[in-house]
């Protein structure tokens, strides 16, 4: 019997493991998979650093960088878009504050030549009153003007009134003060993208101001510059044709060193590997003739180029293909003729070859984008430009090509010289045409504008006109007829909003709102590199307080708590990268006191626990308890501090924006760690069997 029970008991014990194993599951997976999503979600901050590490080493050597790029772009691109990001206090670069000046705009708005004294001193009056305040200046200008007793009639027109009053004249001007920020904020965010400053942030403050960040900034004199040049509103003819396509051909040509003797000094090492992926390509090209609305094929040429690249791998064929033509590889072109569209290539053929009448459309994915506008900047190829011909960019990506999965931007060949600027546009606002069932822009023109758009329009019926903003086009209308009076109205949009963005755009053109500098901040990269040292040693410091306090006071409780604090503080810096926040000195800070909350959670349950069991409770008893009684104190704490975090969310701009989000984010995640995972912990070891736990000094 002794050797029975001898084998037995063995069976029975891990039996029972097994079983608890079982029960406990969904606390294991509770405590473990947060730390696993947390990994996920932090993987691509730490490949970036590390891939970035790699580019640094290789970054002089410009043959190196471009393999380098050829195998590490595409993941260095995706982990820097899925890194956790550090703010200008922590890299370094430059904060700037902007103020519209819509009082200025309301000055050039009226006619002038009615200008007087009197008007003269509304303006003065107004502008010392509203001046480092944010007070609606076209209230305090109405308020000063009524003083003088006249009619606004008197100094201001409106063009598109049957009968204009003084409240059709305040309305105009409410319209154009309220879309003064707008346009604005739209040229100085096309302005910033073009110039490529990464990960720029640009949101509206108050009234009529604009906040930018721009993080890696080198240049803040051109940047200046940038921000207060007046916006150049132009209208462009389109040429699409063969001149452009020879254009298109020679850049190849100049990319690859195979120019004339005058244009033969090439930096032909600048030329990376940037062909969109077969995926990419497949679906924009499948986007555009679905577009079409046609698959037919169409005869492109007059003869079919033998395939240089048959019977290659798909591989090798790919990179000769980028090798022999690196400017039109990055391209997808589609030619439309009798209203059939067919994707064509530039292998093989001469800009002779397409048919006469045809139309083209070109279109670049949204990642070859920077790469394409540094080769149109490049002085070599503005160079061998031709005289009357700009290549440009749209300003915005399709929308119909973002529902097919693809980001594309179209390109244009327009006149280098416009045929009006936007000095002609009075007004312009969005509208519906209730017959066509259509979002639709009108626009207004001055007298000498519409003399000159009616000649414009009369000698281009059937082609396009490119309304372009600082270099970028925002809309390439089909005239349709002459319009001989200045009142024209533009249809093509696929939405109000892209209808309003438009009108925002033309009026950016006609509006003379300048924008000036009220503050700004330049943050050195030392500077920024001292913030990060100052604010880890802070944080570890503080972190180390809260640990040893916690061991020292709660013993093994402690230990438990502080499993569930370092827990806490990778699950906030996980969910920062994950929603694409910005990580701050002030978000440092809200990091440190989430620690503080979560520590207060665990001592407001520990006490409670040591109380049940100073009252004679079993500990399985006393955790339940100590739990259930403390967890009322513990959701008021927690719910109080998100009321005010939201208040500061609304109500505060930049740093303070910053600090309440991470605030918010600490207190889900102590909500989770102090009382989810630390209860799975404590259920976990007693259902391995432990009857008693320490949890520092007994209650009396």
Excluded at 447 to 465: L, M, P, S, V, Y
Excluded at 469 to 494: E, F, Y
Excluded at 620 to 641: C, F, L, P, R, W
Excluded at 653 to 670: C, D, E, N, Q, R
Aim: aromatic residues 6%.
């Amino acid at each position: 019997m002794g050797g029975l029970c001898s084998n037995r008991s063995p069976r029975t014990k891990h039996v029972s493991q097994e079983e608890s194993l079982k029960k406990n599951l969904g606390k294991y997976l509770l405590i473990i998979l947060p730390i696993l999503a947390a990994g996920y979600m932090l993987w691509p901050t730490f490949n970036f650093y590390r891939l970035d590490k790699e580019r640094a080493l290789v970054a002089g050597d410009s043959a190196a960088l471009e393999q380098w790029e050829r195998s590490y772009g595409e993941a260095y691109q995706a982990a820097r878009n899925g890194r956790l990001k550090l703010g200008l206090d922590l890299r370094g670069g430059m904060y700037v504050t902007l103020e519209v000046d819509v009082l200025r705009m309301i000055e050039e708005s009226a006619d002038q030549s009615s200008i007087d004294d009197a008007f003269r001193d509304v303006i003065s009056k107004t502008r010392a009153e509203t001046n480092n305040t944010d007070l609606d200046v076209l209230d305090t200008f109405l308020k000063n003007f009524r003083a003088t007793n006249r009619s606004l009639l008197q100094y201001f027109t409106v063009t598109n009134a049957a009968d204009p009053t003084d409240e059709s004249v305040i309305a105009k001007l409410r319209r154009d003060v309220d879309g003064a920020v707008d346009q604005a904020l739209q040229v100085i965010k096309q302005r910033i993208n073009k110039y490529e400053v990464s990960e720029a942030n640009i949101q509206k403050q108050g009234a009529r101001r604009i906040l930018i960040e721009m993080p890696d900034v080198k240049d803040e004199k051109e940047i200046r510059t940038l921000l207060q040049t007046t916006a150049r509103l132009e209208f462009k003819r389109v040429l699409m044709n063969r001149e452009l396509l020879r254009t298109f051909m020679t850049i190849d040509a100049v990319l690859k060193g195979h120019v004339p003797d005058e244009a033969k000094a090439v930096d032909t090492s600048a030329v990376k590997d940037s062909t969109a992926t077969a995926k990419d390509s497949s679906a924009i090209a499948k986007a555009d003739s679905a577009r079409q609305g046609d698959s037919a094929k169409v005869d492109t040429s007059k003869k079919t180029p033998t395939d240089p690249y048959a019977g290659l791998p798909e591989e090798e064929a790919r990179r000769r293909y980028r090798a022999d033509y690196p400017f039109t590889s990055m391209i997808q072109s589609t030619i439309i003729v009798n209203e059939r569209a067919q994707p064509f290539s530039f292998v093989g053929v001469k800009p002779e070859d397409f048919p006469e009448n045809a139309q083209y459309r070109f279109i670049i994915d949204e990642k070859l984008l920077p790469r394409v506008l540094s080769i149109l900047e490049r002085p070599d190829i503005r160079k061998i430009m031709p005289v009357d011909l700009d290549i440009v960019v749209g300003a915005k990506t399709d929308d119909f090509f973002a529902k097919q999965g693809a980001k594309v931007y179209d390109v244009y060949g327009v006149a280098k010289e416009p045929e009006l600027t936007g000095d002609a546009v009075v007004e312009a606002f969005p509208s519906f045409d209730q017959a066509a069932n259509q979002p639709v822009v009108l626009m207004e023109m001055n007298a000498e504008g519409a003399e000159k758009w009616a000649q414009i329009t009369g000698a281009n019926i059937g082609k396009r006109i490119a309304i372009v903003l600082d270099g970028r086009v925002h809309s390439a209308p089909n005239v349709q007829n002459k319009i001989p009076n200045g009142s024209s109205q533009i249809t093509g949009m696929a939405n109000a909003e892209e209808a309003n963005l438009l009108a925002v755009v033309l009026k950016a053109g006609a509006l003379k709102a300048p924008v000036k500098i009220i503050e700004e901040r330049v943050v050195g990269p030392s500077l920024g590199e001292d913030s990060i040292r100052r604010g880890v040693t802070t944080s570890v410091i503080s972190f180390a307080i809260v640990i040893l306090f916690m061991l020292a006071y709660y013993a093994l409780g402690g230990g438990v708590a502080d499993v569930a604090l370092l827990m806490n503080v990778l699950l906030v810096v996980a969910a920062l990268a994950a929603f694409g926040g910005t990580l701050t000195l002030p978000g440092i800070a809200g990091i440190i006191l989430s620690v503080a909350m979560a520590v207060d959670a665990n001592i407001l349950v520990f006490e409670r626990i040591r109380e049940e069991m100073a009252a004679g409770r079993t500990l399985k008893a006393a955790v339940e308890q100590g739990y259930a009684k403390a967890m009322s104190a513990i959701i008021d704490s927690n719910i109080t501090h998100i009321l005010s975090s939201i208040v500061l969310i609304y109500l505060g701009t930049g740093p303070v924006k910053g600090f309440a989000l991470t605030l918010i984010i600490g207190v889900v995640m102590t909500l989770f760690t102090a009382v989810l995972v630390t209860r799975a912990i404590f259920e976990i070891i007693i259902a391995g069997g432990a009857t008693t736990f320490n949890f520092g000094q007994k209650k009396a």
